[in-house]
């Protein structure tokens, strides 16, 4: 195998990326904290910030100023920990809604996503490039919120950052050993010419 083709190869190995969507329409009630996990990431949310639980039905996970809908709904922030990978926020999908101008933004992490819609209905793609690597906390703030104003989010979808495939590092592997292999000999070869040098009739 030519060098040049091999390094190719490695330059072009193929790596795999998938999209993974974390369901918000149950097992979030009344919770002061809850977990998804999805092909092996878990992404936890924490720490609404009135609360003291989070609320949510069949439409999704409520947030906003809704007074004594769902038993006094009122959070508009909250944390974000993921394990298991490294994730970039892409899209979510709001299901229900009586807001006017509210927006939220993810915080923390790498990366930035603002001005996220959150005043219709309908699956949005995310702003920015906001990502969470394993064991890092994000923040998601909604707002503003008048009085009796709420949406509910009813999924959040991620894109694992992608992972090499094993044929890359060997190939990497074979690719170094290779050119170790040509750099040495490249330094043998010159010092044969320099001792070659030193002697004459």
Known sequence: MGLG????????????ATDITFDLTSGVNDLSSFSKTVSGITLTFLNPNIGPNFKGDSDG??????????GANNTTSFQ?????????????????????SATFSLSGGSGTSTNNPFNTTGT???????????GETGTLTAGPFAAGEMGQLKS???STVPVPEPS??????????????VARRQ???????????????
């Not at 993921?82 to 899209?91: C, E, I, M, N």
């Open 156 to 158: 959040m979808t991620f």
């Open 80 to 100: 974000l920990q993921v394990t298991g990978g490294t994730v970039q926020f892409k899209s979510y999908l709001i299901t229900y809604e009586e807001t006017t």
């Open 168 to 181: 890359t590092y060997a190939l990497a592997a074979i690719a170094t050993g290779v050119l170790g292999a």
């Open 124 to 134: 949005f793609t995310a702003n920015g490039n906001w990502s969470l690597a394993s």
């Open 61 to 70: 996970l409520g947030l906003g100023n809704a007074g004594t809908f769902m």
């Open 187 to 201: 330094r043998k070869a010159r010092m044969g010419l320099d001792h070659g040098k030193g002697t004459g009739p």
């Open 5 to 16: 083709l091999l390094i190719g190869l490695v330059g072009s190995a193929p790596v795999r």
